[in-house]
């Protein structure tokens, strides 16, 4: 049975076409986009810091994320990573790497959300009949209280709305709330690094209830597709397929 994630269903949402090229023909790509370079090395950074202050004990530092961040761009940049904006250096990434790290300091300050119970937390957890799955950057507990952290290194801020209708982080609650029976309350967070902006959220029975039945719905539209249409948007400028949809559209015409 396949399993669904955030991104799987949001490849269909955004492009029917991407998605087929991705997980039904599943054409690998050795290009990775800049800016999920970065994320991913920032994510990694984190992971780390965390994991190693979780063992030790000690305090997290900016000088040591700074060096973990540092060491593992060097270690995994390859000739494969696209610079798609113009007037972008590698440099510049790399700088805006750091400054999402600088901000997280920052953004720290004052928070207390309880013990640390994991840090990159797989997730399975079953939606109706369907399998889902998804990775948790953060898990904290107070009390009853668990809190689902997310860091987002993405240019465009998050605001309030986006965040009361953002499906990936509500999705996490299902499966946090599954693996955890205890939870009393789940509380979303959104770490919107580059921008030094925490937005929480929080969502009712009733709003977890609808949202998986939206999902249930998508996913039959997407087992039940037999047409793969392009959705041309200004995303087209970042998609890795790029050269097959053009070879695509041409078969089409
Ligand atoms: S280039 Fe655009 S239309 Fe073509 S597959 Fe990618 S997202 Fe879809």
Known sequence: M????????ETFK???LKFRFRYIDEIKKDEEGIEAFTGNRVHEA???LLGLGKESGGEPDLEKAGELFLASWDEKYHPAVLIRRRNMAADDYRQRGLMCLRN???MEKGQD???LLDLELSLSFKLGDAEMTGVVDRLQRDGGTYHIIDYKTSKRDMT????DSDRQLALYEIGVRQMFPDASAVILHWYML???NVV?????PAELDRLGQNVLALIERIESATEFPPVETPLCGWCDYQRECEEEKARRR
């Open 2 to 9: 396949t399993t669904y994630s955030h991104s799987r269903m």
């Open 14 to 16: 955004q492009c029917p």
């Open 46 to 48: 984190l992971e780390m």
């Open 104 to 106: 997280y300091f920052e």
């Open 113 to 115: 959300f309880g013990e």
């Open 160 to 163: 309030q709305r986006d965040a």
């Open 194 to 196: 580059p921008h030094r």
């Open 200 to 204: 929480d959220s929080t969502r009712s």
